[in-house]
């Protein structure tokens, strides 16, 4: 690993401000940039500690939501009274990404900062990566490529975004807050993740120096029927192949609004807004379960290897909707 120099900070405008002038890197959890910078991928010459500023409360807003710092770990979000009373579907999908080790490393902010696990950006063996080195290629269109994307990809880029909690996060109308070198902001969820396009180096809308504060959760009508459904080779310690994130609000019945996000199918969590309008006034059941998913995974591209991602992505939506249905 190359020699760097590390930093603590005092507060959310000095870590910025250490960032701007030494060009490094932000560090809480460290569960995946310190892989990354074990295998080269990453070579900061500054890491900035965050671990001293006081960002680790989860508590309740003034507008019936909830406000996650980004220094909570995420153990501790999946198992909060109430991240588990208002948004099961975020402690359901916390709880099925990593290991418990992980977990209680990995903090809030950085797990929306995980990059792709795709093995050819994780090994600088292979020479061809755009996303790596810019302008060298993309070994995935050519050779191993089945959990790659399949929607929103690239000439570019095809690497899949690996983060669970995002995903759940999609369909929670999340809002991201965010330190600057201009002072604080909030970017919505759906605006914080970049599709691959020409510049798949950028995995995110944040400048460089841009530091997470928190995540804040607007009140959930999906409380009740919400389900997170992953697929992946092995039951534990896997990145999916296709989850669904699934949130459906039921009056008498019928219906009366939904949300749906896929992982593991592109460079983003892809909220599929035109098969959340299809189940609106709909009676929740396989018919309308059926229709969504073939809305969902509308306009998919499989690569070479990973053509049973769209059949997989509809078994998976109907399979999520059932679950969120049948919950009491
Ligand atoms: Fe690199 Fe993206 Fe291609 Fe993977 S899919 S090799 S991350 S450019």
């Known amino acids: 690993m190359k020699d760097f120099d590390l930093q603590r900070a005092t ?26 910078m074990k295998n080269g991928v990453e070579q900061p010459s500054a890491l900035v500690d965050l671990r001293r500023l006081d960002l680790s409360t989860i508590s309740a807003t003034p507008a019936g939501g909830v406000l996650i710092e980004a220094g909570v770990t995420n153990s501790a979000v999946a198992n909060h009274p109430l991240v588990r009373s208002q948004y099961p579907v ?42 790596r080195v810019p302008g060298s290629g993309c070994a995935a269109r050519t050779r191993f490529n089945r959990e790659h ?37 909030a970017v919505a969820i759906e605006d914080f993740f970049a599709l691959p396009g020409d510049s798949p180096e950028r995995d995110n809308t ?15 009508v999906f ?39 896929l992982g593991g199918v592109a460079a983003k969590p892809w909220r599929v807004t035109a098969a959340e309008q299809e189940l609106v006034g709909d009676r929740p059941g396989p018919e309308a379960f059926h229709r969504a998913a073939e809305s969902a995974l509308h306009g998919a591209k499989p690569l070479s290897q990973n053509g049973f991602k769209v059949d997989l992505g509809k078994h998976s939506v109907v399979r999520a909707l059932t679950l969120a249905a049948r919950q009491q």
């Open 11 to 36: 507060s959310p405008a000095d870590a910025v401000g250490r960032v701007t002038v030494s060009g490094g890197r932000y560090f809480a959890g460290g569960t995946n940039l310190l892989d990354l």
């Open 90 to 131: 975020l402690s359901q999908a916390i709880l099925s990404g990593a290991t418990t080790q992980l977990r209680n490393m990995a903090t809030a902010g950085g797990n929306l900062m995980q990059r792709t696990r795709c093995p050819f950006f994780m090994d600088t063996a292979f020479d061809a990566c755009n996303k």
């Open 149 to 185: 994307a399949i929607l929103g990809a690239s000439d570019s880029c095809v690497a899949v975004h690996p983060s669970d909690m995002a995903i759940a996060l999609a369909i929670l109308g999340a809002v991201v807050h965010v330190y600057g070198v201009d002072g604080p902001r």
């Open 206 to 220: 944040l400048a460089p120096a841009d530091l997470i504060t928190g995540i804040e959760l607007p009140p959930s």
């Open 223 to 261: 409380a009740r029927h919400c389900w997170y459904l992953k697929v992946r080779d092995r039951h534990s310690y896997a990145f999916a192949l296709v989850s669904v994130a699934a949130g459906l609000d039921i009056v008498d019945g019928v219906i009366r609004s939904a949300a749906l996000a």
